[in-house]
């Protein structure tokens, strides 16, 4: 098991239980008056929860409690991955106990919340000015679209991830990137958001998305996270 990219065997603990809930989902309904079905208006999903179990063993119980201190620092805001599964899970403590067994040896149990659970980016290229990109998934995901023009371009307008993206004063072999995860518009690390005309930033939902591009003189690479309730 890794915890911020780290193996929890760096802190003396062994992974030996989870319990992965998914989200918490809240159906907003009105049942008018002689209706047949009630009326469906909305949804709210909220963070999952996740439990786990890990078991701490040092030399002496100072060790042990110096391990679970520094365990603890990790949890506080965390991105975990278990050896078993593909997903990866940001996270936030909950809440956190401990119980010694004998000298050096104790138990660490766990809560966390997180919203969603992903699987590793994804890269897709665009083929000419138009291509359908299939999201796995069930949730939306935000999007990182990168703009690499061949030559100085007045706008590129790109389709497909919500309301239109329109940058504009494009540079030759000069990458802007449209990064819907950090929701920053940059080129050459310096803001471009001045020069480019969106209502939100590109989001990708799940199954099939057509994406397009107003010109093939620009290459066009989005990078994506399959997002699971």
């Known amino acids: 098991m890794l915890i911020n990219n780290i193996d929890i065997s760096t802190f003396k603990a062994t992974y030996l239980s989870k319990d992965i809930q998914t989200a918490e989902i809240t159906i907003y309904d009105d049942w008018l008056r002689n209706a047949l079905n009630p009326l469906y208006l909305s949804k709210q999903e909220t963070y999952k929860q996740i439990k786990l179990q890990l078991l701490i063993k040092d030399i002496d119980d100072e060790s042990s409690l110096n391990d679970i201190s520094n365990l603890i620092k990790q949890f506080e805001k965390c991105t975990i991955k278990f050896d078993d599964l593909s997903f990866y899970y940001d996270c936030l403590i909950v809440n956190k106990s401990h119980v010694r ?97 969106m209502w939100n930033f590109p989001t990708l939902q799940p199954g099939a998305n057509t994406i397009t591009s107003s010109t093939v003189n620009c290459v066009v690479k989005i990078a994506y996270k399959p997002k699971y309730i």
């Not at 040896?105 to 890269?123: C, N, Q, R």
């Not at 796995?136 to 030559?151: E, F, R």
Request: net charge negative.
């Open 101 to 197: 067994i004998v000298k050096g040896f104790y138990t660490l149990d766990i809560e966390l919340k997180s919203g969603y659970a992903y699987l590793p980016a994804v890269a897709v290229t665009l083929s000419g000015t138009s291509q359908t990109v299939t999201v796995p998934g069930n949730l939306p995901t935000p999007a990182v679209v990168t703009l690499t023009p061949p030559i100085n371009l007045a706008s590129v307008t790109i389709t497909g991830m919500g309301k239109p993206i329109t940058v504009n004063n494009l540079h030759a072999n000069t990458p802007v990137i449209i990064d819907g995860e950090q929701c920053l518009i940059t080129e050459s690390g310096l803001n471009k958001f001045a020069e480019t005309d």
